[in-house]
């Protein structure tokens, strides 16, 4: 009897050849797809293509289970990634804990008496408490610099929306704004009513459907790059919103440094691939275009549909 | 110090009052949103929106940890709802595993030797091995007797989307087509390269961002009602596309019946939201206009941002 498991992971995985295109109406073209499979892109991909972690734009977090890495995004959070920097140089989460998961919306961490006065941890010297609002950008500050590629693939969310510097962005060209999607694996800044309580010391990551509803509410402040199934795979809290009843339900969190402050010899070398390289153009449309094991490829994608690929440094 | 927690987690449960659109090309409207929070909206909504399950229409699978409901789709895979049915009836999951657990993708289970022609594990009479690949209806199959509600937002996949019968369903007209979409908790029924090799015995929920490329590639059957943590937060299986390297890293699957064949006492009494009902629209209507904690409205949704609510029978 044939796997039917095999070949249902096979598809993300599938080559995609020549495709008719789909007969959407937003989407009339038929275009030839890229011959080659997603790991034979990835395996045919230039050096070039790729870079290595800023170490001042990483975090590590560290948990009995295993490491997480976090690439931070100075240029559309600054603020509050120097705050993240502050807090993590200042030792401000170690030996605090998961506190949240809440079912197909978010894992949230930090200080489980971060509303009793009498018991939160202080904040470390340099961190601010409150932060101002960094929903949006400036337009202009994903221009050249930051290699903005724009996706052709109609968003419902936004009028434009692309990748920048290995991050799912939306922007509005009309109201000059750009800002980071709530896509999977998404980190952010968890705020209170007012628009200027967050200041990163409480972090979510995204761990199911997009909520891009999110954006442009609250500040995002990067994404998970490794170990993200260390924090999608934890039990779900079942108290009100996915808060655990119990302090013993919560995940421990060892220890969050900045990769910086690492010791350069135990310092994991993984490389992200450039959203603004050819090979990544490749990959989203070996998405867009499929073939063998699809019968149908639906010509299109949208800036969740997939995560930038990592790789361990060659 | 305010708690960000707590904010980050009201947002989904905000009530939505009057609400300034949003200002994106495809939406020009301004528009008054409901007054009420999702949760008044449900406190307020009438008997009559409710609907029983159907005891012929719903899978009761028995794990270690606790029960999951799936309510099969008989109007849009009718001879995989019939299949799925004999299945259930003899005793063909009883036993078997949950063997992959694929981050931000799937949670497939069905029969670890299912390869192995010795040691597969017989179909039950009445089951038949291939059956016809039902990737979509004819759409005059989601007309009237179906109730399908059609969103009015824009949709990249497909260029119509709406709900039937408690399902998210993407249509294309001009194709005569329609479908259920692969949304988080949508089941599936794996297949091998022909489009004919499912039969139902091999089962998916989608765990992850929406794999919206699958649409009209594979069968779905339906959806999980209740018991979605239990699948969406096991361990990911750690060997290529998420299966498990070794069998005891699997999840047992007790008991897998249909609710039809649970006695009347010992069935769980629960109730699914109508999907033509006017409190479905309204919490749709509650989500795309947002306000409260929300200082932007998207003035937007998708088939897959919510999901149809369910209720204990009061």
Tied chains: 1, 2.
Aim: one cysteine or more.
């Amino acid at each position: 009897m044939e796997h039917p498991a095999l070949c249902v992971a096979a598809m993300l995985l599938t080559a995609a050849a020549l495709t008719v295109a789909h007969a959407a109406p937003r989407r009339a073209e038929t275009r030839q797809a890229p011959r080659q499979s997603a790991q034979e892109i990835l395996a045919a991909s230039p050096a070039a293509d790729w870079r290595a972690l800023d170490p001042e734009n990483t975090l590590v977090m560290e948990l009995a289970t295993g490491q997480v890495l976090i690439e931070l995004a100075p240029r559309f959070a600054p603020a509050h990634v120097a705050n993240i920097r502050a807090l993590a140089r200042g030792g401000f989460w170690d030996g605090l804990a998961i506190l949240r998961v809440q079912d197909n919306f978010v894992t949230q961490w930090g200080d489980p008496d971060g509303e009793d006065a009498a018991k939160a941890r202080p904040l470390p010297a340099g961190a601010s408490a409150r932060l101002p609002a960094e929903f949006s950008v400036p337009i202009d500050r994903i221009g050249k610099s930051a290699g903005f590629t724009k996706l052709p693939d109609v968003d419902g969310w936004a009028p434009r929306t692309g990748f920048a510097e290995g991050f799912p962005v939306a922007a509005d060209p009309k109201a000059g704004k750009a800002w980071l999607a709530h896509c999977y694996g998404m980190v952010g800044a968890g705020r209170g009513d007012a628009v200027d309580s967050s200041n990163g010391s409480e972090l979510y990551v995204v761990i199911g459907q997009a909520p891009r509803g999110l954006d442009l509410n609250i500040t995002v402040v990067g994404r998970v790059l490794k170990g993200m199934e260390l924090l999608s795979a934890l039990p779900r809290g079942t108290a009100a919103m996915g808060f655990y009843d119990k302090p013993e339900q919560r995940t421990g969190i060892q220890r969050v440094r900045l990769l910086a402050d690492v010791p350069a010899e135990e310092r994991p070398a993984l490389q992200v691939l450039k959203t603004d390289s050819a090979t990544w153009a490749q990959l989203l449309d070996a998405r867009r275009y499929r073939s063998g094991w699809f019968v149908h490829s639906p010509g299109h994608i949208e800036i969740c549909s997939a995560s930038v690929p990592t790789r361990a440094a060659p």
